[in-house]
């Protein structure tokens, strides 16, 4: 079992609908959580961090976090055709500091 | 301010050869982590450094690949006996602290291409 899962896609969702992307994790020890947004060719770049369980919302942008179902998602409301990317979601353990990435989404936003 | 830096952007050398990657992380992180990314993968931790020391080099694939950050601030990571299998985008990444939650930043990445 990958220590941190998403589904590789890609996920296409028409231009103004929401994107919902998820990843699991295996740790449980896991207690912080970012999702990254990647264009093709680029560095990551940190879009959201959680920490708490529940919702946390950035403009377009929420993540939910539940601990007991060890699951992450991130919501991307009125999406965009700037926002088609790579989404990685990362797990970090107070027990070792790593950050562990997962394979990544592709998003497509359709025009 | 400036970001992370890395050089060279592009590498290419042959199998057997020696390489070294440099990393400029943001001014004041104390801690740097490398990763390694494959096409279609997410980014694989190679290394942490807290300061000058090692905290945690357990993603070292082999005893090929070597890092150093002697001063604290700019790391090398160094590739010995390159082999093919070695080729892909070298990320280097700083934050703060390097504390649960501490934010870290990536820099553009080196490509290295293994002949």
């Known amino acids: 079992q990958k220590e941190v899962e998403q589904n590789s896609g890609p996920l296409s969702v028409p231009e103004g609908a929401i994107a919902s992307l998820n990843c699991t994790y295996s740790?449980?020890?896991?207690?912080?959580f970012f999702w990254y947004r990647q264009y093709s060719g680029k560095s990551p770049e940190l879009i959201m961090s959680?920490?708490?369980?529940g919702d946390k919302e950035d403009g377009r942008f929420t993540a939910q976090l539940n601990k007991a179902s060890q699951y992450v998602s991130l919501l991307i409301r009125d999406s965009q055709p700037s926002d088609s990317a790579t989404y990685l979601c990362?797990?970090?353990?107070?027990?070792?500091?790593?950050?562990?990435f997962g394979t990544g989404t592709r998003l497509k936003v359709l025009a | 301010g400036a970001g992370v830096s890395q050089t060279p952007s592009n590498k290419v050398t042959e199998k057997g050869k020696y390489v070294e990657l440099r990393c400029d992380p943001i001014s004041g992180h104390t801690a740097l982590y490398w990763y390694r990314q494959s096409l279609g993968q997410g980014p694989e931790f190679l290394i942490y450094?807290?300061?000058?020391?090692?905290?945690?080099d357990s993603g070292l694939p082999n005893d090929r690949f070597f890092a150093v950050r002697p001063e604290g601030s700019v790391s090398t990571l160094k590739i010995q006996r390159t082999e093919r299998g070695d080729s892909a985008v070298y990320l280097c990444a700083s934050s703060l602290w390097g504390t649960t939650g501490d934010t870290q930043y990536f820099g553009p990445g080196t490509r290295l291409t293994v002949l």
């Open positions: 740790d449980r020890g896991s207690q912080s």
């Open positions: 959680i920490y708490s369980n």
């Open positions: 450094f807290q300061g000058t020391g090692a905290a945690d």
């Open positions: 990362a797990v970090n353990s107070e027990r070792t500091y790593k950050y562990i």
